[in-house]
């Protein structure tokens, strides 16, 4: 019994551990691609914005602000169709976001271009 309870907190602990380098991995990622998308470098920003925004990601704190980053680096690589079509999933997926006029005001700009 007590052999069973100190593996169980040993498990928790490392998985508490675990989870903690994942969330500073995703930070390093998110902040790398924010100073791509500041120097102008937009593909390279998209792929990074990717990686911190993927499905499995939603739970994540970067998970919303690496999503409208990475269709504003595809309306900044002219991939209109792209940013629209993503920035469309945001505003179905998480109306209550904070930041969700900056998705609408991002629209109207791909709909007037």
């Avoid at 500041?38 to 739970?59: H, I, M, P």
Wanted: proline share 2%; hydrophobic share 40%; net charge neutral.
């Amino acid at each position: 019994m007590i052999k069973a309870f100190k593996i169980t907190i040993l498990l928790i602990f490392c998985f508490g551990i675990s989870k903690e380098s994942s969330g500073q991995a995703e930070q390093a990622t998110y902040l790398q691609a924010k100073q791509y998308y500041s120097e102008g470098n937009y593909a390279l920003a998209q792929e990074y914005f990717k990686r911190v925004s993927g499905d499995a990601q939603k739970s994540q704190p970067f998970y919303e602000y690496a999503s409208y980053y990475f269709a504003l680096s595809a309306y900044q690589n002219n991939e209109l169709g792209l940013a629209r079509s993503m920035w469309l999933q945001q505003l179905a997926k998480s109306p209550k976001w904070d930041k969700i006029g900056e998705v609408h005001y991002s629209l109207a700009q791909v709909y007037f271009d």
